[in-house]
């Protein structure tokens, strides 16, 4: 610092001392004290210079208020001044300076350096502070994210102690973050989840260092479902330091994924329950017209006849068995009249009252107005009754069986808590409710399907429930069941409520048939054809048989002039009953038929009209006489306008 340099410095000091002062990168101006008070800037190094991008040979000579004169209304030349007369050193990290030449923040220390004599050191902290600023805010920003995401984030040592958890974490377990930071994680985790928590842990310690896992966690509210992606946080040498993770509560996705599943489930079961039942009902058609024949020819020989009768009797209960199975396959909706629900529980405690133990106490609270939905009267009614015999079996010793109805509106919130699947709206909640043994949570999952019974071998079919469960499904309502062992079980079922008149006439007798008929037979089962024939000509009626729609169809195009009446099986391999009719109806709009199937002939209530009725395998002579009679008495179809 001289004056062949850029200082004019004082000419004092080594030339050692020069060369260090003015290769320092720490800017310097050395100031002298005169005795008038004025504080001359004497020198200054060429770090200065750099710093505040001036020529100081144009400062220096200058007090300090006129080299830089946004300090004279500071205290800083004050201070300068007492430091000059030996007062102490003072430091300061920031201070901001703006004239027409200069402008920035520096760091300033100052300190004597002799009599009368001065230093100022200083740093331009202007980068480092817009530095500190944009990592500020940057941190800011980043917080600002973390505490306001719904996603949950963590961080943990390679031991699994929390060092980080964002407030939605907190909220979720229900713990301050001071709370969780510095302790292990996996207590919170579910006892069975730990294993699959312990083996993604292990996974980070492995390229790409990555893992996912779903875990339960405990919470205020209870068990939570978390999905988590890790990621392992490596240093330079590639060792893990620390693991990341970012977790989303997904149960209520799997609540849904797991209704999605039963519903499946249930479906598949369903249809291949109604297969089953149209199969069975098929070869049972077979075995109980067998058993009539053999039944009616056998007069004269009690021993015989009797086994026969039991043959019946046995076919008529496994047709019950496959009655239950059509209804929990829901293959048809039944017939849809406003039933009075009321009237049903009361026609269904009667028939308790006759058959149940004395120790059941059969109890009512029906509050329901109106309590009227759209159904079919028999399947409500065995529904009903299907609860009934279950609450039964569950009271060996004895109890309370009570049946409750009340009007409910079902909103979108109820309906999501209890997984009903069906429309909001007004429903009428019929509620059977007993005091037995009740059922735990394993039972409750399996509780509507086929064949899933607790009862002993030979007590239970395990088709009730299931009925129930179809029932109520194709009456667009949904069935609840609450239970715990020991304390009961109540079932509610939601169906649709309506306000409508009730029809509580009775069916009307059918008309005999008074004229023996010709009649063709349509099936594609040889069995069935042939004991259907055999009963019809048992009757005195003159049969025709066709194997299946297409031969049925064609037979019919050249003898319809000869052929008053013909039966129909509804589910044919080469063509069905309903296409077979529609064709046949094209030759004789004024056809007379009879439908039957395996399946639930409810379903197909429409095809009823004109001439045309149902039957339902499988059947009796009685069964197919009543629909003969019916089919023939009713009104011919309206001959189509001519255009």
């Not at 377990?173 to 730990?194: A, S």
């Not at 997984?419 to 043994?437: F, I, K, M, Q």
């Not at 030979?458 to 069941?481: D, F, I, M, P, Q």
Request: aromatic share 6%; glycine share 8%.
């Amino acid at each position: 610092m001289d004056e062949a340099g850029q200082t004019g410095a004082p000419r004092h000091g080594d030339d050692r001392y020069r060369r260090i002062v003015d290769a320092a990168p720490t800017g310097m101006h050395l100031y002298r004290l005169e005795p008038e008070g004025r504080l001359v800037l004497v020198a200054a190094n060429a770090a200065a210079s750099r710093i505040l991008r001036v020529d100081h040979r144009a400062y220096v000579g200058r007090t300090v208020e006129e080299a830089f004169p946004s300090l004279a209304t500071t205290a800083i030349p004050q201070r300068y001044r007492e430091i000059a007369r030996g007062g102490p050193p003072w430091s300061t990290e920031h201070v901001e300076y703006r004239d027409d030449a200069i402008a920035g923040a520096f760091e300033v220390h100052a300190f004597q350096t002799g009599p009368g004599e001065m230093a100022a050191l200083f740093l331009d902290v202007g980068p480092r502070r817009r530095a500190e600023e944009a990592l500020r805010r940057s941190e800011e920003r980043y917080r600002h994210l973390v505490d306001n995401q719904q996603d949950l984030l963590v961080e943990a040592d390679v031991d699994g102690r929390l060092r980080f958890a964002s407030p939605s974490y907190c909220r979720l377990v229900g713990k301050r973050e001071d709370e969780i930071v510095g302790q292990y994680f996996m207590p919170l985790v579910h006892e069975e989840d730990r294993s699959a928590t312990l083996r993604a842990l292990e996974r980070l310690f492995l390229p790409p260092h990555v893992a996912y896992v779903e875990q339960r966690v405990l919470t205020p509210d209870g068990w939570r479902y978390l999905a988590w992606v890790d990621k392992a946080v490596l240093d330079d040498k590639g060792e893990v330091v620390s693991i990341v993770a970012v977790g989303r509560d997904i149960t209520e996705q799997r609540g849904m994924e797991e209704r999605l599943r039963h519903s499946e489930k249930m479906q598949a079961i369903g249809q291949l329950a109604g297969g089953v039942a149209h199969d069975f009902n098929n070869q049972l058609t077979g075995i109980l017209a067998c058993g009539e024949l053999l039944e009616a020819g056998l007069e004269h020989d009690p021993e015989m006849r009797e086994l026969a009768e039991m043959i019946v009797t046995a076919a008529e209960h496994s047709a019950r068995l496959t009655r239950q199975l059509l209804a929990f396959a829901r293959k048809g909706k039944g017939r849809m009249v406003p039933v009075d629900l009321h009237g049903t529980i009361q026609d269904v405690q009667a028939l308790l009252r006759r058959s149940f133990d004395k120790r059941i106490v059969l109890k009512t609270s029906l509050e329901a107005k109106p309590s009227t939905t759209l159904g079919d009267p028999g399947q409500l009614h065995n529904a009903l009754l299907n609860l009934a015999l279950n609450a039964r079996d569950a009271m060996p010793g004895g109890g309370e069986l009570t049946f409750a109805t009340r009007v409910v509106e079902l909103d979108a919130a109820r309906i999501e808590a209890g997984r009903l699947e069906v429309p909001p709206g007004r429903y009428l909640a019929v509620e059977v409710r007993d005091t037995g043994v009740g059922m735990d949570a394993a039972t409750l999952a399996h509780v509507f399907e086929p064949f899933f019974t607790t009862k002993d071998v030979g007590r239970g079919s395990g088709l009730g429930l299931a009925a129930v469960y179809g029932t109520t499904k194709a009456h667009r309502g949904a069935v609840e069941v609450a239970s715990e062992p020991g304390k009961g079980a109540v079932f509610t079922l939601h169906l649709p409520l309506v306000d409508a008149k009730v029809d509580r006439r009775g069916e009307e007798p059918a008309p005999a048939v008074e004229v023996r008929r010709r009649i063709l037979v349509v099936d594609d089962e040889r069995m069935v054809r042939d004991v259907l024939r055999r009963l019809l000509e048992r009757a005195g009626h003159q049969v025709v048989v066709a194997d299946g729609g297409t031969e049925g169809v064609e037979l019919y195009r050249r003898q319809w002039h000869h052929i008053d009446l013909v039966i129909l099986d509804i589910m044919m391999s080469d063509m069905d009953g309903r296409e077979a009719l529609a064709r046949m109806r094209a030759l004789n709009p004024a056809i007379r038929a009879v439908l039957s199937s395996g399946y639930d002939v409810d379903g197909d209530a429409a095809l009823a009209t004109d001439g045309v009725r149902l039957l339902q395998k499988p059947y009796t002579l009685e069964d197919v006489t009543r629909a003969l009679a019916e089919a023939l008495a009713a009104p011919p179809r309206a001959p189509e306008p001519v255009r």
